[in-house]
């Protein structure tokens, strides 16, 4: 298993920028793929974008074009850069791992506690 740290979010005006931060610890090299979700007020949990061990990343089409994700497993952190942000990006944004225990083999699925990114019009 590992655990997850966000840091970096905030109140930002529309077009704006933010850069969220994911540090993870514990069993970091059964980490596969990482990625951010986000929750908005009454909505579900939504995957924002995505990235394998290999770095192949995956985007949700709202964030294509303006957000970045990317891995550095030398410092264990994950980022997402986010621009020209909209206030539809409000919501609370959470880290995720997932991987097998090098134990059992069982696949895991970790969260971080969210940070907030709150978007102004």
């Known amino acids: 298993q590992v655990q997850l740290v966000e840091s970096g979010g905030g109140l930002v005006q529309a077009g704006g920028s933010l850069r969220l931060s994911c540090v993870a610890s514990?069993?970091?090299?059964?980490?596969?793929?990482m990625g951010w979700y986000r929750q908005a007020p009454g909505k579900q949990r939504e995957l924002v974008a995505s990235?394998?061990?290999?770095?192949?990343?995956n985007y949700a089409d709202s964030v294509k074009g303006r957000f970045t994700i990317s891995r550095d497993n030398v410092q264990n952190t994950m980022y997402l850069q986010m621009n020209t942000l909209k206030p539809e990006d409000t919501a609370v944004y959470y880290c995720?791992?997932?991987?097998?225990?090098?134990?059992?083999?069982?696949?895991?699925?970790?969260w971080g506690q969210g940070t907030q990114v709150t978007v102004s019009s």
């Open positions: 995720n791992a997932k991987g097998r225990s090098p134990a059992s083999w069982a696949r895991y699925d970790s």
């Open positions: 990235i394998s061990s290999g770095g192949m990343t």
């Open positions: 514990g069993s970091i090299f059964s980490i596969n793929t």
